[in-house]
């Protein structure tokens, strides 16, 4: 791990390890670690104040990839560990990886329940509209017309709209990224860190070994033609419609991130031990 | 190189090669990959090319080209790690082969401008096509690719980074950009060259490359 008495600013390269990815070639989750990296040292944080929290899937193997301390937790459950750690450690920078699927389907319980607690975390979700991990099966996001042959004539299924459920939920940082900018897309992170409270940056991320028509992404999304607002019900009317292309951040709340009541100068342990004493 | 010295006129004469010349070099001592020639493959689809950022002084231009080349480098060893983990090892030395030309181009760019550390902020510019004019696009990868096709890559980043370099030579108003701009133009109209050179001397795939009898996708 990086020491943090080096007097030379860190590069995104420091926030890496020695592991190399294996994910698909083309995976757009090559561009989102660069993003996480980047991000880091754009904020100049040390790598051991930094801790990556993942659950299960392709995007959460991130992790592993960085030089920060890190979590691969169980699937869905990424958001719970974090928010522990986080409480326990708030000192600490808590960055969150999922997919559409752990955190949308497996997890999508503690997203809502993350968003209205407004730990302060980052919560960046890789989103390829499939689970590439398991080989192809639908996700909450994917299309209901999208046929395979594990989803023949689609699951006629409404997809999920993690945004709006993001911004119904109370989180207070609300953006959208694509893989395929990921300099634009390490400055959402950044900011999302910097954001207090939860923060939510849902990633494009293409597919395009089970969804190869994402491949066109690059050519669909667009920056958002209105800047961010601090005004939920005028972020929720543009996301009404929104056509799940346009990036950038779209609502910037004020609200008062969660505070542990234990803790430094606050009630120990000890204390609470003390209530249930009979 | 020419445009360094249009920049920086006090740049160190000690560097026995120019960042030109070197990649240059490197490009035409990189011999033909063997494989039994085939049908032409598919070209590359095309993407859309990287407008000009504003730039409006020379320091400022290079600083643009240090990031561009840094960014290719990171990219084409970024694909290198992928084709090595998919056991692709001739794809992934190719890769690995040209990330450190580019590599090499912008510790160069360092040097002669005197630079200590990048000049770029760590997120990197914002460019005006997402990504860098020569930075290769990744929904382009298949792990059963083959030179032929990694050397398309290349091929359209040099073009891609030529067309920007024209680009903005056309519409700077800064002559000393302008100078380094055209400069940089003929550089990369030379890389293409020579990649189109390479091109021809590498087998083309089969027309089934991409056949696979354990594919990884169920979807097909």
Same mark, same amino acid.
Request: with cysteine; aromatic share 10%; hydrophobic share 30%.
């Given at each position: 791990m990086t020491s943090s008495a080096s007097a030379a600013p860190l590069t995104?390269?420091?926030?890496? +390890?020695d592991y190399k990815p294996?994910?698909?070639?083309?995976?757009?989750d090559y561009s989102v670690l660069s993003s996480f990296t980047k991000a880091f040292a754009l904020l100049q944080l040390q790598p051991e104040n930094v801790a990556v929290v993942s659950g299960i899937g392709?995007?959460?193997?991130i992790p592993a990839y960085t030089n920060c301390y890190g979590f691969h937790g169980v699937h869905g459950r990424s958001l719970a560990a974090a928010a522990g750690l986080k409480l326990a450690r708030p000192d600490l920078t808590v960055v969150v990886a999922s997919g559409d699927g752990d955190?949308? +389907?497996?997890?999508g319980n503690h997203f809502l329940h993350a968003c209205r607690r407004n730990v302060d975390l980052t919560y960046v979700v890789m989103d390829?509209?499939?689970?590439?991990?398991?080989?192809g099966q639908p996700s909450?996001?994917?299309?209901?017309?999208?046929?395979s042959k594990l989803s023949p004539e689609g699951t006629g299924l409404r997809e999920f709209n993690p945004l709006v459920v993001a911004l119904a939920a109370g989180a207070n940082f609300v953006a959208r990224g694509f893989a395929g900018d990921p300099n634009g897309t390490a400055e959402l992170i950044a900011q999302a860190i910097k954001a207090p409270g939860f923060s939510f940056v849902e990633v494009l991320s293409p597919?395009?070994?089970?969804?190869?028509?994402?491949?066109e992404w690059k050519n669909m999304v667009r920056p958002a033609s209105v800047p961010s607002t601090d005004d939920a019900a005028l972020a929720a009317r543009r996301l009404m419609t929104d056509d799940g292309m346009n990036i950038g951040v779209l609502y910037k709340g004020g609200r008062k991130p969660y505070q542990s009541p234990v803790g430094k100068g606050k009630k120990q342990p000890s204390d609470l031990e003390q209530e249930f004493t009979l | 190189m020419s445009t360094k010295k249009t920049v920086k006129?006090?740049?160190?004469? @000690?560097?026995?090669?120019s960042p030109k010349k070197t990649r240059t070099a490197a490009l035409k001592s990189t011999k033909a990959p063997q494989r039994a020639a085939a049908k032409p493959a598919a070209k590359a689809p095309k993407r859309a090319a990287a407008k000009a950022a504003p730039v409006t002084s020379a320091s400022e231009f290079m600083a643009h080209a240090y990031a561009m080349e840094v960014e290719a480098a990171e990219r084409y060893a970024e694909f290198a790690d992928a084709m090595e983990v998919h056991n692709n090892r001739e794809v992934a030395e190719l890769f690995r082969k040209l990330s450190r030309i580019e590599q090499r181009h912008a510790d160069q760019i360092l040097e002669q401008m005197g630079?200590? =550390? @990048?000049?770029?902020?760590?997120?990197g510019y914002r460019w005006e096509g997402m990504e860098g004019p020569e930075t290769a696009d990744p929904?382009?990868?298949?792990?059963?690719? =083959?030179p032929y096709h990694a050397l398309q890559i290349a091929l359209h980043n040099e073009k891609r980074a030529r067309d920007f370099f024209a680009h903005l030579a056309k519409i700077t108003g800064n002559p000393g950009v302008r100078k380094g701009a055209l400069e940089m133009r003929e550089e990369e109209a030379e890389h293409v060259h020579l990649i189109e050179g390479w091109l021809k001397r590498t087998p083309k795939p089969d027309a089934n490359w991409q056949a696979d009898q354990d594919p990884p996708a169920l979807s097909d």
């Open positions: 995104a390269q420091a926030f890496k +390890s294996i994910w698909c070639p083309g995976c757009g392709c995007s959460s193997r955190g949308y +389907s497996i997890g390829n509209h499939v689970y590439g991990m398991t080989k909450p996001t994917t299309e209901p017309d999208w046929e597919c395009i070994t089970f969804r190869p028509e994402q491949r | 006129k006090t740049a160190k004469k @000690s560097a026995k090669l630079w200590k =550390q @990048s000049p770029v902020a760590s997120a929904t382009e990868l298949h792990y059963l690719m =083959q």
